[in-house]
Nanobody, 119 residues
Framework: QVQLVESGGGLVQAGGSLTLSCAAS????????MGWARQAPGKQRELVAR???????YYADSVKGRFTISRDNAKNTVYLQMNSLKPEDTAVYYC?????????????WGQGTQVTVSS
């Protein structure tokens, strides 16, 4: 099992910045990719960014050039640096980890952290 704990959400004005952090614990050696998704009221959860252990980092088109995902393997932590925030970025942000056991992939999710961008 992999457990995830997010931090760093809050209220910010449009144009401002926030950094989200997500610490992983448990079977961290089995983690392949970590990422962030968000869910706004009345909308489906969408993947915002994902960073694999190797390979190409993914960003949703809506955040390219504004958000940066990074990973500190020594601290088992993934970060999401969010710049030039817009009101439409308002959502609950969830940390995600894809991990493997016996050749079967699993998803773990954090509890979510609220990000509110005021206009």
């Amino acid at each position: 099992q992999v457990q995830l704990v997010e931090s760093g959400g809050g209220l910010v004005q449009a144009g401002g910045s926030l950094t989200l952090s997500c610490a992983a614990s448990g079977s961290i050696f089995s983690i392949n990719a970590m990422g962030w998704a968000r869910q706004a009221p009345g909308k489906q959860r969408e993947l915002v960014a994902r960073i694999p252990s190797s390979g190409t980092t993914y960003y949703a088109d809506s955040v390219k050039g504004r958000f940066t995902i990074s990973r500190d393997n020594a601290k088992n932590t993934v970060y999401l640096q969010m710049n030039s925030l817009k009101p439409e970025d308002t959502a609950v942000y969830y940390c995600n980890a894809v991990w493997w056991r016996a050749a079967v992939p699993y998803d773990s999710w954090g509890q979510g952290t609220q990000v509110t961008v005021s206009s």
